[in-house]
T-cell receptor, first 114, second 113 residues
């Protein structure tokens, strides 16, 4: 049981390049989330999904797109990277039951945009 | 909208000292409250939670009590260890459709031997 995994762990991009971050979970969770973590600002929600084939915007969605084609995977895309997107990105998942359960986090992806 | 405010760090303590990290919140209704911990180089993991007023969450010697009258959820530990050095995040969920969490800015704790 690997929990939540993220690929890649580190990446350096040049301004204008594109990339996709992959999140996978093996806990059969319905809900999945993408956050970014910046110093002193905690974690801010980018996009989330409440089930396969569904996505919704979070607090800071601009410049990002997501897809949830399979229940276990949640992809985060940057079409044209900007230095302001330099951050640590975390994926999380939760069962989505009516009871508010804990979110399980991946180890993070450190992205630098030059 | 919802918000969570934590004391700014870093908090530097000697081993076996008493720890308090303050957390206050603003939310509609009756949110669930959480403390998450992030060890160096890792993702966040749940430390404890409380789902209604006057509930006390506890884990690994840490405690926090849901105080609705003061809208607070302060984290405490009686005797910290070097291994407790980490970043601590207070968070809430107000039962919205996506069970989304609102996080505070995080408090870095450094414990010296």
């Amino acid at each position: 049981n690997a929990g939540v995994t993220q690929t890649p762990k580190f990446r350096v991009l040049k301004t204008g390049q594109s990339m996709t971050l992959l999140c996978a979970q093996d806990m059969n969770h319905e809900y999945m989330y993408w956050y970014r973590q910046d110093p002193g600002m905690g974690l801010r929600l980018i996009h989330y999904s409440v089930g396969e084939g569904t996505t919704a915007k979070g607090e800071v969605p601009d410049g990002y797109n997501v897809s949830r084609l399979k229940k276990q995977n949640f992809l985060l895309g940057l079409e044209s990277a900007a230095p302001s997107q330099t951050s640590v990105y975390f994926c999380a998942s939760t069962s989505g039951a009516k009871i508010i359960n804990e979110q399980f986090f991946g180890p993070g992806t450190r992205l630098t945009v030059l | 909208g919802d918000s969570v405010t934590q004391m700014e760090g870093p908090v530097t303590l000697s081993e076996e000292a008493f720890l308090t990290i303050n957390c206050t919140y603003t939310a509609t209704g009756y949110p669930s409250l959480f403390w998450y911990v992030q060890y160096p180089g890792e993702g966040l993991q749940l430390l404890l939670k409380a789902t209604k007023a006057d509930d006390k969450g506890s884990n690994k010697g840490f405690e926090a009590t849901y105080r609705k009258e003061t809208t607070s959820f302060h984290l405490e530990k009686g005797s910290v260890q070097v291994s407790d050095s980490a970043v601590y995040f207070c968070a809430l969920s107000d039962g919205n459709a996506g069970n989304m969490l609102t996080f505070g800015g995080g408090t870095r704790l450094m414990v010296k031997p």
